[in-house]
T-cell receptor
Framework: AQSVTQLGSHVSVSEGALVLLRCNYS??????LFWYVQYPNQGLQLLLK??????LVKGINGFEAEFKKSETSFHLTKPSAHMSDAAEYFC????????????FGKGITLSVRP | GAVVSQHPSRVICKSGTSVKIECRSL??????MFWYRQFPKKSLMLMAT?????????EQGVEKDKFLINHASLTLSTLTVTSAHPEDSSFYIC?????????????FGPGTRLTVT
């Protein structure tokens, strides 16, 4: 069984500030981990993924995440927030199979203040 | 590459009618397609997993007779909401996994907003 916990539902940062969105997972098998972003009334766009290679994963738009097995975490960070980063962010976990189901966290809304 | 489209993007139908939503992988072949439902300000709920040429696998609590899924080819899956009711109003999103393995990720469509009046 797999699950994802995203604590809090809303994070607000100032433009230029550090973005930190937390994700903890639970998995009975080696996990594959993903961060997706969703803009209003749109589908999901993959930001980055961890698939058992390097533990520090760099994604699009300046985002990165670090897989920490000991902490069962996969937190998403960006050094400097931009107004265009305001969106809904979802962390997800799947098993190692190519067609494994994704289990999503409940999502976090990121707001960026001017 | 790896583009998934959905049609229609928005549909309004009357209660009791059926509506079909198409999900297409435009530039790759998909072994598996997934259908999700998303309520306002909520996460995605997996409804079913669809494999080409076989019956879909539905998640617990999802009515298979109400949400008919057909995966007739490696690039097309359809979701038909039968006898729709206002409580079926939602945002439906599909995703597809490429036939060529190793990517271990799903590519998502832009979603379909269904409103049942």
């Amino acid at each position: 069984a797999q699950s994802v916990t995203q604590l809090g539902s809303h994070v607000s940062v100032s433009e230029g500030a550090l973005v930190l969105l937390r994700c903890n997972y639970s998995s009975s098998v080696p996990p594959y981990l993903f961060w997706y972003v969703q803009y209003p009334n749109q589908g999901l766009q993959l930001l980055l993924k961890y698939t058992s290679a390097a533990t520090l994963v760099k994604g699009i738009n300046g985002f990165e995440a670090e897989f920490k097995k000991s902490e069962t975490s996969f937190h998403l960070t960006k050094p400097s927030a931009h107004m265009s980063d305001a969106a809904e962010y979802f962390c997800a976990v799947s098993g190692p199979g190519a067609n494994s189901k994704l289990t999503f966290g409940k999502g976090i809304t990121l707001s960026v203040r001017p | 590459g790896a583009v998934v489209s959905q049609h229609p993007s928005r549909v309004i139908c009357k209660s009791g009618t059926s509506v079909k939503i198409e999900c297409r992988s435009l530039d790759f072949q998909a072994t598996t397609m997934f259908w999700y439902r998303q309520f306002p300000k909520k996460s995605l709920m997996l409804m079913a997993t669809s494999n080409e040429g076989s019956k879909a696998t539905y998640e617990q609590g999802v009515e298979k007779d109400k949400f008919l899924i057909n995966h007739a080819s490696l690039t097309l899956s359809t979701l038909t909401v039968t006898s729709a009711h206002p409580e079926d109003s939602s945002f439906y999103i599909c995703s597809a996994t490429p036939l060529q393995g190793g990517l271990y990720e799903q590519y998502f469509g832009p979603g379909t907003r269904l409103t049942v009046t």
